[in-house]
Each structure stands twice: as structure tokens, then as C-alpha cells.
């Protein structure tokens, strides 16, 4: 049977729609399909009373990248949102990055010399560890005990379901300070959100392209198979080839909305909350990505989770272990030339939005080679 699309596309977040943008700018014929019944995958806000909900979790465009960001740009156009977060621990709040208002609070320092003379009192006591052998010693040797244990101990454990003296030091390869009191978080040249939400860059990308919603492609994926001359597969990869070298292991998350009757919850983003005894990691406050004025408020509760697969996997554990698991799938993917992969699922990664542009753009110069 002759196939009736060039491609077909699992999945319609982000790196599936700027792959499926450019093919058919190219003439190529793409059917996607996503189990989920609408486009975006996590990007994806839901627009409640014209707040612009981020429903899997805060997502914001930073990079230094100009061509992803010219591309992005050329579809929507984006706020001047600044991400700077805050840290809730013991009922008060430190500002993120760490930076001088956080030292200033913590310590009760003034200028960047005495902040610095702190942080190197206070890491001095942990030089004898010449080779860290878990996070919490990698941790303490970076920023000693105060920055610990105020910031990074419970929430991590509590992130990753485990003991900081079970998670191996490579998590934190560096822990960065700034010594001003410039509160943006990233150092990237562009930021921002779009205006009106992520479903408008997605809608513009997937403009006039064939989609199916609530389809899962492995019930029926030799039928699917056959409809296209290649497949684009952005889900798990280990799925893809039915767990032969063992499950992928991922952290959970789940999201707890709520609308609230007031103008104003927390006059910001996003709040961490640090300690192990609240259960969520951090408050989302929607409209605040985007300036609204709205007498009313929509939040959200992060709860990390284990992951099972009846649930959707948020955070690959890139430990040793699954990392060569992952290798082997990698491998056996490439024997099959008509198939093609991308995306934080299929490449077992975390991946900023801009990776996830700049990796998609990468592979169509490859595989539509006139772009």
C-alpha cells in the first residue's frame, strides 16, 4: 500500500510542531497524532476567565540563542516577563537566584566583599572533601551549611523522592551566585512569554496540518505505520521498543488548581516552598506571566510524585544507570532509517524550550535539506 503522508508525527509539543512547520513549508505532507486531546504537550495553557493557565507547570522562554529567538518571535510576539522567583522557607521569603538580597537577609551583609567573605567562611569548612560522593557533600562544598540547609537540602529530597546523601553529587555541578542585587534568574540575552499564551506559537506553527487528538499510537502502530513514508516519534523511547533493555525512570508531578475571589495571592510567579513538611514544591500565580489585572487569581500547587505509567514522566533521572539504558535504545533506533526522533521523551532530557527549538531546527537543516 502506498503511503499517503511523508510524515507522520507522534506527539504536538513543541519539537513535533516546528519539525511538522518547516515540512510542510516544504511541500511535505504530515499527519500528526497526540493521545492528549489538545496540541502543545506541556507547553499547553488552558485560558480560564481570560488567564492564561500554564496546566503542566510554569514555562518560560529565555535563551541567548538569536535564531531561535527571531524564529519564535516571527510567529507571536512576546512580553517582557523576567522570571525572578522567590523562596519560602520558615515563613520567609528570599529572593532566587542567590544574590545579594538573599544574603543580605540571610546573613545580614551589606556589599559583595562581606557576602563573599561568608560564603568562603563558611565553604572552608567543608575543603577536606576532596571528591564529593553525593549531594549533599557536593552541596555543602560549593556553599556550606547556611545555603544548604535553608535552600537546597529538603527541597531537592523532596523533588527526587530520596535522601541528598542518595543522590550523586553530579546534580549539582555548580551552584551560581551572583553578588548584585539583579534579581532575573537567567542570564540569557532574550526572555519572555507570549503574549496571550504558548497555544498562539503552536497554533501558528501548526497551522493547516492535519491533526488527530485522543490517539494513541501504539494501539494501533503498524496501522500508523503505514499511513507515512517516516514516522517522527517524541514520546518515550523505551515505549517505542517495548521495554527490551528495562523502563526509563522519570520523577511525577501533579497539579493542584485553584481559583481564588482575591486580586492578588502572592504578587508574584512563582514562589519555592523549601521545607519537606509542605508538601508542594513551589505556587504558580498565572497571571502574573503576564501582567494581568484580572479581581480575581488562578494558582497552582506542584507536587512531585513517583512515576508510574499511568501518569506522565516530568523528570528523567540521568543517573549512570538509566543513562546506559537509554544509550542501548539510542543504538537500536538507529537501525531503522524511516524513523525519527526528538524531544525531551524520545532523547531522555530535560530540555529548556529553546533546546528543544534549536534541536528541532537541527534536525530539519538534516532531514529536509534545502531549508
Known amino acids: 500500500m502506498e503511503a499517503k503522508y511523508d510524515y507522520l508525527i507522534v506527539g ?36 480560564v476567565d481570560s488567564i492564561n493557565v500554564h496546566k ?16 519564535v518571535n516571527s510567529f507571536v510576539e512576546f512580553n517582557r516577563f523576567t522570571n525572578s522567583p522567590l523562596a519560602n522557607y520558615k515563613n520567609v521569603l528570599y529572593n532566587l537566584p542567590f544574590n545579594m538580597n538573599t ?8 556589599t559583595p566583599q562581606q557576602a563573599k567573605e561568608k560564603l568562603d567562611e563558611q565553604r572552608m569548612r567543608y575543603a577536606h572533601i576532596e571528591e564529593p560522593q553525593n549531594l549533599e557533600e557536593q552541596a555543602l562544598k560549593l556553599c556550606g551549611e547556611d545555603i544548604y540547609y535553608a535552600f537546597i537540602k529538603e527541597y531537592t529530597e523532596k523533588q527526587w523522592g530520596r535522601s541528598a546523601v542518595d543522590l550523586p553529587a553530579f546534580i549539582i555541578k555548580r551552584i551560581p551566585f551572583r553578588f548584585t542585587f539583579d534579581n532575573n534568574y537567567f542570564n540569557d540575552d532574550y526572555q519572555g512569554i507570549p503574549k496571550g499564551g504558548y497555544n498562539k ?7 493547516g496540518i ?28 523505551d515505549e517505542l521498543f517495548d521495554y527490551e533493555y528495562g523502563e526509563l525512570e522519570y520523577r511525577g508531578l501533579f497539579f493542584e488548581h485553584e481559583r481564588l475571589d482575591i486580586e492578588d495571592f502572592q504578587g508574584n510567579a512563582v514562589v519555592n516552598y523549601n521545607e519537606r513538611k509542605v508538601p508542594y514544591t513551589r505556587i504558580i500565580e498565572h497571571k502574573h506571566f503576564e ?39 539510542k543504538e ?25 527549538v534549536e534541536a528541532s531546527l537541527n534536525l530539519v537543516k538534516k532531514e529536509l535539506s534545502n531549508i
Open 12 to 47: 504536538t509539543g513543541l519539537f513535533a510542531a516546528v519539525f511538522a512547520y518547516h515540512a510542510k513549508r516544504q511541500g511535505k505532507k504530515c499527519l500528526m497524532i497526540d493521545k492528549r486531546s489538545h496540541t502543545g504537550g506541556n507547553i499547553y495553557c488552558e485560558n
Open 56 to 71: 503542566y507547570g510554569a514555562h518560560i522562554f529565555h535563551t541567548s540563542n538569536k535564531e531561535v529567538w527571531q524564529f
Open 103 to 110: 544574603f543580605c537577609k540571610l546573613w545580614g551583609v551589606n
Open 201 to 207: 506559537l503552536i497554533d501558528a506553527l501548526l497551522q
Open 210 to 237: 492535519e491533526i488527530k487528538f485522543n490517539t494513541n499510537y501504539f494501539e494501533n502502530r503498524s496501522g500508523f505505520d503505514k499511513l507515512a513514508e517516516k514516522v517522527l516519534f517524541t514520546g518515550r523511547i
Open 291 to 329: 501582567f494581568g489585572k484580572q479581581p480575581f487569581t488562578i494558582i497552582t500547587r506542584e507536587y512531585p510524585s513517583e512515576f508510574a505509567n499511568d501518569n506522565e514522566p516530568y523528570y528523567p533521572v540521568n543517573d549512570e544507570k538509566n543513562n546506559q539504558i537509554y544509550l542501548k535504545y
Open 332 to 356: 537500536k533506533a538507529k537501525s531503522d532509517s524511516n524513523l525519527l526522533l526528538g524531544g525531551r521523551l524520545a532523547q531522555y532530557a530535560y530540555f529548556d524550550m529553546d533546546d528543544t
